[in-house]
Nanobody, 120 residues
């Protein structure tokens, strides 16, 4: 079983910063891409940012210039540094990983999510 686990969410004032982490563990042979998605109340889950194993990134226009995604391949961990946070960034943030298990199966694994609330 392969499972990503998020950490680092919380309550922050507008203009503040947070850093989310997501570590994937379990029966993992290789991780291809990792990413962050978010879902606000009453809205669909949306892509925030993704990063490939080689470091190529794809960042949503709504967070470009404020959020940075990075990755530590040795630790199977992806990070999301969020600066200049706005109330509209409030959401549950989910990590996912496209990976190959030790059984030789390619899967997409999702974390349980971490709440980010931006409010004064």
């Amino acid at each position: 079983q392969a499972q990503p686990a998020e950490s680092g969410g919380g309550l922050v004032q507008p203009g503040g910063s947070l850093r989310l982490s997501c570590a994937a563990s379990g029966s993992i042979l290789d991780i291809y891409s990792m990413g962050w998605y978010r879902q606000a109340p009453g809205k669909q889950r949306e892509l925030v940012a993704r990063i490939s194993s080689g470091g190529s990134t794809n960042v949503a226009d709504s967070v470009k210039g404020r959020f940075t995604i990075s990755r530590d391949n040795a630790k199977n961990t992806v990070y999301l540094k969020m600066n200049s946070l706005k109330p509209e960034d409030t959401a549950v943030y989910y990590c996912n990983a496209d990976l190959r298990t030790t059984a030789g199966v390619n899967i997409t694994a999702w974390g349980r999510g971490t709440q980010v609330t931006v409010s004064s």
